[in-house]
């Protein structure tokens, strides 16, 4: 009987995966492992405001929310699929009225008549799992189940990321509204020199009206870091589930934009064991060659175990009789013999998938190793540029101070002033801009290297 139901079974595709994972040992990671980083890192910037806005972040918002109902579905798509490797029991019942045939295998009196033909049995139905089929597609869902739980991490991962980034931003244009305050004040005081000078005539009309217009430019600047603030507060309680009624509770940050974070130096050795997207990316990998197994098990007969038990009569009567008691037990077998290239067919797409996330992985990888390396770089210049970004303020200040008192004095024209004041402009706004983008590289080294275990 073994050797007639082989016999039987069609002929495997050729069908073989075209695409290999990517060899780690040409990927550098030869340094130590990254530092251990907190669940809560983002606590070390010492802003209430802002761990409690992340709390919310991460508790609240609808992406999140939409991931995590992703996971959920995915692990009842597993607990189905284990539910069908285990023995079905079913209770069936039913009562016809029905007019039976002259000519059929129903005897006097019933044939020609109208009668009533009842059934009520317990059914047994096991699919005995011959060739591995139902473990590989419960493999399966397994694998699908926890990639879908570390892709909630994953976005748990990047909203927290991208909440702090805004959060940054926010701090950035109160930073420059405040450089855009001191520019007003300093130029209204411009300003005020050029007229004194115009009235004891050592100044010209068009030097005023010049000074006018670079202290409107300076109010102008203020109204446009306002409404920037304005837009991140929006973005913040967006990211955090909330409406326009939060907007009124998210006042100024207060960062430590200098605080120490636990950050790599040179490439982390479990960098892949660590960012959740890649380790999602390896369960897909995982599930695929699960599903590809379970295609290939189609090419062989489904055997299943079938039983019932109950009762059968010819009017309503003599249902529940002990006459009427049936039964029976028995293998219930599925071969499959011509299926016009139906099965090839799908172990091909299932190959195909697996091609798709074996590419998919070693896609991920390369663009983790790729961004942990640009941020490594990029924490290292940024602490560089800082120290040369805050001697420039200190000079420029000087510089401004001394192209003032000359101004004043008389020993000068507005032309040396106005560039001094120029450059000092331009050194502050840089230094709060590197300082900002400094901690948002930090952070993103953070993210990039996986964030917490």
Known sequence: M?????????VSAPT???????????????GAAAPNIPTRWWRAFGDPQFDRLADQVVGGNPTLAGALARMRNAQALLAVNRANAQPQV????????????????????????YSWNGTAAVDLDWNLDFWGKQADLIAQAQRIAD????????????????????????????????????????????????????KAGLENESSVEEAKALLSLAKADQLSFAAAREMNVHAIA?????????????????????????????LPADLLSRRPDILAAKARVEAAVQGRAAA???????????????????????????????????PAIHLPIFDA????????????????????????????????SD??????????????????????????RLAEERYRGGLSSQIPLLIAESTLLQARSTLAAAAAQDADERITLLLTVGGSL
């Open 2 to 10: 073994a050797v007639l139901v082989l016999s039987a079974c069609a």
């Open 16 to 30: 073989t995966p075209s695409v290999d994972l990517i060899d780690k040992s040409t990927l550098g990671l030869n």
């Open 90 to 113: 079913t209770l069936e019942g039913s009562e016809q009225r029905s007019l039976f045939s002259n000519n059929y295998i129903i005897p006097p009196p019933y044939a020609g008549n």
């Open 147 to 198: 990639a879908t739980a570390l892709d909630a991490r994953a976005a748990r991962l990047a909203l927290s990321g991208s909440f702090a980034q805004t959060y940054i931003a926010l701090l950035l244009n109160y930073q420059n509204g405040d450089i855009a305050n001191q520019t007003a004040t300093e130029r209204a005081e411009i300003l005020k020199i050029a007229q004194l000078r115009l």
């Open 238 to 266: 967006a990211l955090a589930g909330q409406g326009a009624d939060a907007y009124a509770s998210i006042s100024r940050p207060s960062l430590n934009l200098d605080t120490s974070l636990p950050l790599p130096t040179i």
């Open 296 to 330: 290939h098990a189609d090419f062989y007969p489904d055997i299943n175990l079938a039983a019932l038990a109950g009762f059968q009569s010819l009017g309503l009567a003599n249902l529940l009789a002990g006459s009427s008691f049936t039964m029976g037990i028995g």
């Open 341 to 372: 290239g139906k099965l090839r067919a799908q172990y091909a797409g299932a190959t195909a998938q697996l091609d798709a996330s074996v590419a998919d992985y070693n896609g991920a990888v390369l663009n983790a190793i790729k961004e942990t």
């Open 375 to 400: 941020a490594i770089t990029q924490v290292r210049s940024l602490a560089a540029q800082r120290v040369q970004h805050q001697d420039a303020v200190f000079a420029a200040e000087r510089a401004f």
